[in-house]
């Protein structure tokens, strides 16, 4: 491992100028654009959004279900394969800019959902359907088949991974919308600018509309327990593109994890796997709740009951578990913890 | 005093070149340097041989930005340092190396300069393709070697949103060395 970081050094130390002279100060999170009036918008919103919804037209058969809408306040869930339920809370409140509130723009909040649905929950399968067949043709199932999978095996065995690495039972997600704006003439070129959609495997002709929506405060949180903080602050501060192709609505190019499924994918398979790895930590339990053991206050452990019998807070252990390790932070008290798949946990004596 | 007025005072051979680009750079060199050594004496020193080292090398070459140059010479020079002192001290820059290190392929053949200057290359084209505030973020704790809290301050982000952050980057930076034929 020396070598890797003697090698990262030299190569890494000599990046260009530019790269070091833009890192003196954070980058500014671009403008956020006010247009309209808040109210027409919350009065579009509270009229449509409900008729819409029940309309159900617009789903796009992924399974979201709608909870409550309420004081611009959308609430839906929608089940994973393996059971993990997600709840999507969506604060619509602050939307500003929004003149004709259409299906399509319900049909990408879901797909925004569904899209931090699949990242938070490590089942990047989920996100499959919110791309063209085209582009996953090009960037995912070729690695199916160089693996021998099927689309719906390959499909089957990201889920599955991710199940069995990270088995959530219920990943909450909460964002707020800052702006929606569809077709908007400076957006939809920054658009066609910035997103190679050829190298996607997208004919740029066939792409009738452009959706831009603005978040902030995108929190997940996991069984009540952990979260992810406010993960995309900034990423998103210049917003998330979909886009209208062939009738249907879809998420830009540049938000498929390609890279991470293929890992899942192969997960297992390849020699030393990185994810299966297995390693092994000795410390005290201080907690054992909402189906997670922690060990000293700062590495909680997926332990269903059968793992987690006979122990109590204060026994000495040894875990080994599964390398995949996530770093989140306790929602009670935003402590830095992680958080892995238990394999086993013995007793130890603590002499 | 501008940079180019400094740069110039180096070239005249002029004896306040070295205090006016220490007036100017010390802070952000020390902390370059500190960061790497986590030693106040060491870092200090360093900055100290940073300082002939641009003497030296100011001429015959022209910084085309004296600061990321001054911070360039004073990470070399703290690195330098740092391996000579305890190699089993675990500071921020052995913690930062090693959280990357899992994504630079180890081959012997990028020892040889054209391989590193390839992966060099590489390296710039992948930061160029990156969102202004990942490439930030990625450059401050690998290049600058910024603790992950001090990030997470600039950017007015969690630790944890920036651990992920990292943790995607490096599978990223992974996924596209690989695509370019590196042994990773």
Known sequence: MKSFGEQLNNAFGGIDDRFILSAQNPPKSEKRILLGSIAAALCVLLVLIPFLVTQGTFLRGDGWEQVFYEAATLQKKKTGPYGTLCMMTVNLGDISGVTEYQPAEDVCLEMFGQWLFSWGSMDYSLQFSLFPEEHLESYVYQEFEKAGYTKEQGMEKISQTASELFPFRKVEIQYTVTAIKRDDPELTRRFFQRINLEKAGIDPNEVTSVLHYSFEQVRLYYDGLLSSGNIFDDELGSGVYFYEYKGKWYLAPNMLEDDMSIDLLHAGKKKPSTYYEQKKLWGTITSIENGYICIDDSFYFFADEELAKGYREGDSVSVRYYNAVYRMERIEDGKKCKVARAVSIKKEDPS | ?184
């Open chain 2, 1 to 184: 005093m501008e940079d180019e007025k400094i740069i110039e005072l180096f070239f005249q051979r002029s004896e306040i070149a070295i205090p006016s680009l220490a007036q100017k750079y010390e802070k952000p060199l020390f902390s370059v340097s500190y960061r790497i050594l986590q030693n106040r004496e060491d870092a200090q020193e360093c900055i100290k041989d940073t300082y002939l080292g641009i003497w030296n090398a100011i001429p015959p070459t022209r910084p085309a930005s004296l600061y990321s140059f001054a911070c360039r010479v004073a990470r070399n020079i703290s690195i330098n340092r740092h391996k000579h002192n305890c190699a089993a001290k675990r500071n921020s820059y052995t913690v930062s190396i090693e959280e990357i290190g899992d994504c630079i392929p180890a081959s012997n053949t990028v020892a040889e300069d054209f391989e590193l200057q390839l992966l060099t290359d590489t390296l710039n084209q992948w930061l160029e393709s990156l969102r202004p505030q990942n490439r930030y973020i990625f450059v401050r704790r690998y290049w600058y070697m910024d603790p992950v809290p001090q990030i997470a301050t600039a950017m007015k982000m969690s630790d944890a949103a920036i651990y992920l952050r990292l943790d995607r980057l490096k599978k990223k930076l992974y996924k596209y060395l690989k695509e370019r034929g590196y042994p990773v």
